[in-house]
């Protein structure tokens, strides 16, 4: 089984920055992709941006510019920088695991982003 435990989350003023860290345990293998992902109210989760064991990332188009993501393979953790943070930002923030084709979430931490 693998635990994923998000932090960081909290309110910030539009324009400000936030980090999310969170934190992998248990049957975790070498070659794995950690993404977050971000539900608002009434909306769809979304994929935020996501990194490759080997580093590759990919973000979504809104936060391009704005966000990176980052991972330590040794201490298994994937962190999200978010900078210029916008009102619409605002949402549960999801950690996610994909490894062997199963998908593990996180319990989530909310970001609110005031104007």
């Known amino acids: 089984q693998v635990q994923l435990v998000e932090s960081g989350g909290g309110l910030v003023q539009a324009g400000g920055p936030l980090r999310l860290s969170c934190a992998a345990s248990g049957a975790i293998f070498s070659i794995n992709t950690m993404s977050w992902y971000r539900q608002a109210p009434g909306k769809q989760r979304e994929l935020v941006a996501a990194?490759?064991?080997?580093?590759?990332?990919n973000y979504a188009d809104p936060v391009k510019g704005r966000f990176t993501i980052s991972r330590d393979n040794a201490e298994n953790t994937v962190s999200l920088l978010m900078n210029s943070l916008k009102p619409e930002d605002t949402a549960v923030y999801y950690c996610a695991l994909d490894v062997l084709g199963m998908r593990f979430w996180g319990q989530g931490t909310q970001v609110t982003v005031s104007s």
């Open positions: 990194i490759t064991s080997g580093g590759s990332t």
